[in-house]
């Protein structure tokens, strides 16, 4: 079935450096998409979400770029620290009820 | 403190024993799913409610059972567990079903079943 992907698996980057985790989605009628992150021993925390209607949208320190045309979403965190250091998962919404997610990229941040 | 409980958090147990895994939200949120974490496979949906008494599946269902008598709880029931539900798993919830909702996660329960 369709499902959401990343790009890459992991992710290392130096601390102080800006870091951009991708993701594709398939299902072009998706509407929502969320980014979460996932330190060790937790649960998902939601960091940002952005509708289809935007191509971008900005938190703290991370934004959310959305291209439909490729169906591509990215994360982008501004000057990563080494409590940035978990997994990150994107996910869409389809249908309205179900979140899919993608299998996640490790980021680690060195000092 | 707005949160999602599960209990237990760590559970080993032996096939075909049955076992419950609780789930519990303080935000009176309308929405709840269970979701079961495998390394690389990601986050997959077992069974989601959108309200009190309705229930539906998910991406992998078999083997499981929920319930939804209260819109705090949302409990998930293995029958008779096996090996391949060894998992950590994840509740989850959110103010509606709709779309351009936020889920909330609880901090899940690592399954062994032996």
């Known amino acids: 079935g369709e499902s959401v992907g990343l790009h890459l698996p992991t992710l290392s980057v130096q601390e102080g450096d800006n870091s951009i985790i991708n993701c594709a989605y398939s299902n072009s009628a998706s509407d929502y998409f969320i980014w979460y992150k996932q330190e060790s021993g937790k649960g998902p925390q939601f960091i940002i979400d952005?509708?289809?209607?935007?191509d971008k949208r900005q938190g703290q320190r991370v934004t959310v770029l959305l291209n439909k045309t490729v169906k591509h979403l990215s994360l982008q965190i501004a000057a990563t620290q080494p409590g940035d250091s978990a997994v990150y998962f994107c996910a869409e919404n389809q249908a309205g009820t179900a979140l899919i997610f993608g299998k996640g990229t490790t980021l680690s941040v060195s000092s | 403190e707005a949160q999602v409980t599960q209990n237990p958090r760590y559970l080993i147990t032996v096939t075909g024993k049955k076992l419950t895994v609780t789930c519990s939200q303080n935000?009176?949120?309308?929405?709840m799913s269970w979701y079961r974490q495998d390394p690389g496979l990601g986050l997959r949906q077992i069974y989601y409610?959108?309200?009190?008494?309705?229930?539906d599946k998910g991406d992998v269902p078999e083997g499981y059972k929920v319930s939804r008598k209260e819109k705090r709880n949302f409990p998930l029931i293995l029958e008779s567990p096996s090996p391949n539900q060894t998992s950590l798993y994840f509740c989850a919830s959110s103010f509606s079903s709709g779309p351009y909702n936020e889920q909330f996660f609880g901090p899940g329960t690592r399954l062994t079943v032996l």
């Open positions: 409610s959108m309200n009190v008494e309705v229930t």
């Open positions: 952005i509708r289809s209607n935007m």
């Open positions: 935000m009176n949120h309308e929405y």
